[in-house]
């Protein structure tokens, strides 16, 4: 069935660091993919997303692109701050049959910054 | 902006008691999902609707329902809550349509209920 796979964590990390947060999926079909952040205490909020092949998904300095030929989803930034402590999803979307919107997360990944 | 509203953001119950979770969105979204969220499990898809009075099962609907009686308006039952359904709920919301996959899901907030 569908899957999606993300590094384990926790990830720390120092302030200005390079971030990179591994995603590979199994989908049938041709899926949307999306990022998501939680920040604590809250629910998830979409962080960025790209919906075809080599698409860069992009924002607040993250970025992400669609790599359709090894099924991943890779979540990269360079340079991060202590406000980006969160736990990050991968969320392939399923698009075929009855499940239209439907999402596929992945466990989440913990990333900590220190100053 | 969506918003998703969730009712409770904490919530306390007892062994037994039926428990009702309430969300309510305001963008007129076709779709709606409850998801629970445990430690180590990611989020897991409880139940989902496409419509009114529409429902269909998720990964793990055993021990809960849902009523979808107006658009906007979408409830998670327990209808005998037990300790092992402690845990952080969320709802989310996302438009529908055909080939419109891509569509991003909306979240609430979160209710942290605990079965006592």
């Known amino acids: 069935g569908d899957s999606v796979t993300q590094m384990e964590g926790p990830v720390t990390l120092s302030e200005e660091a390079f971030l990179t947060i591994n995603c590979t999926y199994t989908?049938?079909?041709?899926?949307?993919l999306f990022w998501y952040v939680q920040y604590p205490g809250e629910g998830l909020q979409l962080l960025l997303k790209?919906?075809?092949?080599?698409d860069k998904g992009s924002n607040k300095g993250f970025e992400a692109t669609y790599r359709k030929e090894t099924t991943s989803f890779h979540l990269e930034k360079g340079s991060v701050q202590v406000s980006d402590s969160a736990v990050y999803f991968c969320?392939?979307?399923?698009?075929?049959?009855?499940?239209?919107?439907?999402?596929?997360f992945g466990k989440g990944t913990k990333l900590s910054v220190k100053p | 902006d969506v918003k998703v509203t969730q009712s409770s953001r904490y919530l306390v119950k007892r062994t037994g008691e039926k428990v009702f979770l309430e969300c309510v969105q305001d963008m007129d979204h076709e779709n709606m999902f409850w998801y629970r969220q445990d430690p180590g499990l990611g989020l897991r898809l409880i139940y989902f609707s496409y419509d009114v009075k529409m429902k269909e099962k998720g990964d793990i609907p055993e021990g809960y329902s849902v009523s979808r009686e107006k658009k906007e308006r979408f409830s998670l039952i327990l209808e005998s809550a037990s300790t092992n359904q402690t845990s952080m709920y969320l709802c989310?919301?996302?438009?529908w349509g055909t080939g419109l996959g891509n569509q991003p899901q909306h979240f609430g907030d979160g209710t942290r209920l605990s079965i006592l």
């Open positions: 790209a919906t075809k092949a080599d």
């Open positions: 989908a049938t079909g041709y899926p949307s």
């Open positions: 989310a919301s996302s438009l």
């Open positions: 969320a392939p979307s399923m698009n075929y049959g009855g499940s239209q919107g439907n999402l596929i």
